[in-house]
């Protein structure tokens, strides 16, 4: 006998964790309601192996980024994008969604022209404080947009438009600092995260390999250290020479990529990080004091941005991707480390940033289109 679904969702947005984890965080709730949720993404991007991880049915459309300058790739592009279009199209036409909510990002645009093309409902996020260009393009006809940063709604030419945050995932809400560290296996004292995205950060490795050993033996302190994929062996061979021991110091965990990204940063106290947008909602929602280094060639220089917003609410430090040397990163942490009264008030202004019901406030809006 065929299940019977109350209502049927598109989730759609790829290529980063930024577009992809708060589209499965609300592709969670919807399906904790019981609806039918299909993923619309690129299958050669990691969105398909986390939409199918958490059982969803992938719907693949093969679409790429638009190249930046005149040339012939942009034709086969063009050709590319209509395909995808159509195969949107035919999603619809095969499964009926009530509605679709969009992430943004090029993986979003051939659902979201479908959209329009069948009269389709759709709903927009954006989690960046600059939104990007699929949003500020495709937003004036959606139903509803949601927005991480307040100063983003200048740029989106809708009225049905609300600053949610970032809808983050739910085991944020529950998991406790003590349950997080005990995960890890670590002790219940001050911990340092460092962190360059998946694919990690050359400048944040260089410097935090540098002063690894004086930070883990002199302070105390407890390190976890994402190298990034690309990364990790550079890494662990300058650690050879500098700090040979460290495999064997119950004080490091240094891995190329986490999986369990929750338990990372609620074991944590203190961030060191670039500055994507679900990564800043995620520290907010753990209470860290951050110190953020800015990806210098983002789109839209939406990195400066967000971490701009971060340091005029008193929620972070920041420094220049090109001023980040080992002297500048030591001298940032003890900044934060030596000063207890410092160190609480980057926490509590972080989690005040947090917003814990961006995740409810989205649905609710999908409901009422």
């Known amino acids: 006998m065929p299940e019977i679904y109350s209502k049927v969702y598109f989730i759609t947005g790829g290529g980063t964790g930024g577009h992809i984890y708060p589209a499965m965080a609300v592709a969670d709730a919807l399906k904790a309601e019981g609806a039918k949720v299909y993923y619309v993404g690129n299958k050669r991007n990691m969105e398909l192996k986390l939409a199918l991880e958490k059982g969803y049915k ?147 490795n260089n410097s935090m390999v540098e002063i690894l050993k004086e930070f883990v033996q002199d302070y105390n302190l407890q390190i976890i250290f994402q190298t990034g994929k690309k990364n990790y062996d550079e890494v662990i061979e300058k650690l050879r020479y500098i700090y040979p021991a460290w495999a064997q110091d119950e004080n490091v965990i240094l891995k190329p990529y986490f999986a369990d990204m929750i338990s990372v940063l609620k074991a944590s106290d203190i961030v060191v990080s670039r500055a994507g947008s679900l990564s800043l909602s995620e520290i907010c929602a753990s209470g860290c004091a951050s110190i953020l280094i800015p990806y210098p060639y983002a789109a839209a220089n939406h990195q400066r941005i967000n971490a701009k917003n971060m340091l005029e609410n008193g929620a972070s430090l920041y420094i220049e991707d090109k001023d980040l040397d080992p002297n500048r990163l030591r001298e940032a942490l003890l900044s934060i480390i030596n000063n207890p009264v410092k160190l609480d008030y980057l926490r509590q202004n972080a989690s005040y940033l947090a917003k814990y019901d961006a995740t409810a406030r989205i649905i609710e809006c999908l409901h009422k289109i």
Not at 60 to 79: A, C, D, E, Q, T
Not at 83 to 91: F, G, N, V
Not at 126 to 149: E, I, N
């Open 58 to 204: 992938f719907l693949h459309v093969g679409v790429s980024g638009m190249p930046r300058k005149l040339n012939p790739k942009i034709f086969y592009w063009g050709v590319r994008l209509i395909r995808a279009i159509l195969y949107s199209i035919k999603y619809i036409k095969k499964y009926k969604p009530n509605a679709v909510f969009a992430t943004g990002g090029y993986v979003s645009a051939p659902m979201l022209f479908a959209c329009i093309f069948t009269k389709t409902p759709y709903m927009m996020h954006d989690c960046d404080a600059m939104p990007g260009l699929v949003t500020r393009k495709l937003s004036k006809k959606a139903k509803c947009v949601s927005l991480a940063f307040e100063k983003a709604k200048k740029y989106i030419p809708n009225r049905k438009t609300i600053v949610t945050g970032n809808p983050i995932r739910q085991e944020f809400n529950i998991l406790t600092k003590e349950e997080a560290r005990k995960n890890l296996g670590l002790k219940n004292k001050l911990t340092l995260t460092v962190m360059g995205g998946s694919q990690g950060a050359k400048t944040i």
